[in-house]
C-alpha cells in the first residue's frame, strides 16, 4: 500500500474552506503548533494532491507527531523509496517536516504475511484487523490487530548490542549520521569504492533506510556499527546481506574510520559481524569483493579465515580504467573452528 493510499484512509472528502495552510493550521491548532503544523500541510497538500479541507480527519496524526527533535534532511529519499511518494524537500523546513512525518508513519507500520505468497508485508496500522491485497501478488494478506516481532526476528535483534574488547556492535542511530559521514566521506575509504565521497545527506539517507530493514531481510544489507567505547564515537561498519536464504548465502562489506586504522579494531570488528551472522543469521557461506588494490582489505579478510576464491580480471569500469577484484568467502564450520 502506498503512502498516498494510506493518507486516503485518513481524509475524509468535504468543501473547500481555508484558502492557505495557515489558514488551515489557525483553525485546528493552538498557536505554538500552528508554524510546523502549517509546514506539514503544505508538504500532503501539493505532494499527495489534496485539498486543505481534505486534511481535517489528520489533525489528530499532526498532533501526535513528535514537535521537538527535527534533524533536517534526515529521511527526504527513504520516505520516497519506502512509501511510492515524490518529496523534494529541499529547504530546512520541509525537510523537519518530512523527517517527522516519515519517523511516524515507519512507526505506524504493521507486519503481515500474505495468504498466497507467503511474503511479509508491511501495512498502515490503519488496517489492522482487515483484509488487504497483497502488494506483491494477487493475494490477500490477514492483517493482524497487534504487531509482535516474529520470534526468530525478536530472538536475533536481543544478541544485539555485542560488546567485544573495547568495541561495541549495534544497529544504526540516528545519531551516527555524523560519524558514518565522516567514514565515508574520507578519500582514503572511497578510493576503492565504486562510488563516490558521501554527502551528509546520504548519510542521512543510510540511516533512515536501515530503520526499515528487520535482522535476516533477505537482499538488503543489515548494517552494524562499531563504536569505539572510549571515545564514544562510531568509527566503522559491516554490512551483512542475506544474498540467498534457502541457499544460506550471505555477503559482508565493511568500512573503518582511517584515524582508528593500526590497532587491530577492524579484525575484532569483521570478525564479530561474521560471527553474528553464523550463529544468529544462520548463513553457511559469506563472501566479499574488493578491489585487488586494496591490500589492507583482502589482508583483513585473511586474518579472519577467509580464503581467496577468486580473482576476476577488468570486472568494474571506474574512472575510466578497468579494475581487477578478489573474491574471498569462508564457511560456517571454517569459522567455528578458528573460533572454538
Known sequence: MTFRRWFDNLMPMKSAKYGTASDWAAAHFPADQRDIAARI???????????????????????????????????????????????????????????????????????????????QVRVPVSERGRIVDCPNCYGLV???????????????????????DELILRRVKYGDKSD??????????????????????????LVCSQYEIKAGDPGVPF?????????????GDCQLTISSAPD???????ALNPNYGGRGLATKMVGTALG???????????????????EPSW??????????EAHFIHRNFVNGEWIDDYVYAILDEEWRARNS
Open 41 to 119: 500541510a503544505e508538504i500532503l497538500v501539493n505532494q499527495l494532491n489534496v485539498r486543505f479541507d481534505e486534511l481535517d480527519g489528520t489533525t489528530q496524526f499532526i498532533k501526535d507527531l513528535r514537535m521537538d527533535d527535527h534533524e533536517p534532511g534526515e529521511v527526504v529519499a527513504a520516505v520516497e523509496s519506502a512509501f511510492e511518494v515524490s518529496l523534494p524537500a529541499k529547504d530546512t523546513a520541509s525537510m523537519e517536516t518530512v523527517a517527522d512525518l516519515v519517523r511516524y508513519v515507519a512507526g505506524s507500520q504493521l507486519h503481515a504475511t500474505c495468504l498466497a505468497c507467503m511474503r
Open 276 to 294: 553474528f551472522a553464523f550463529n544468529h543469521l544462520d548463513l553457511h557461506r559469506i563472501i566479499a569483493s574488493v578491489d585487488v588494490r586494496n
Open 180 to 205: 558514518l559521514f565522516e567514514i565515508y566521506s574520507h578519500p582514503d575509504v572511497v578510493r576503492y569504492q565504486l562510488f563516490e565521497a558521501w554527502t551528509l545527506e546520504q548519510a542521512e539517507w
Open 299 to 308: 589482508r583483513l579478510m585473511e586474518r579472519v579465515g577467509m580464503r581467496r
Open 142 to 164: 490477514d492483517v493482524p490487530e497487534h504487531d509482535p516481532l516474529p520470534d526468530k526476528v525478536a530472538s536475533i535483534e536481543n544478541t544485539l548490542p555485542i560488546p567485544v
Open 223 to 235: 548494517f552494524l556499527v562499531a563504536v569505539y567505547v572510549p571515545d564514544d564515537k562510531v568509527i
Open 248 to 254: 544460506r548465502q550471505g555477503e559482508i562489506g565493511f
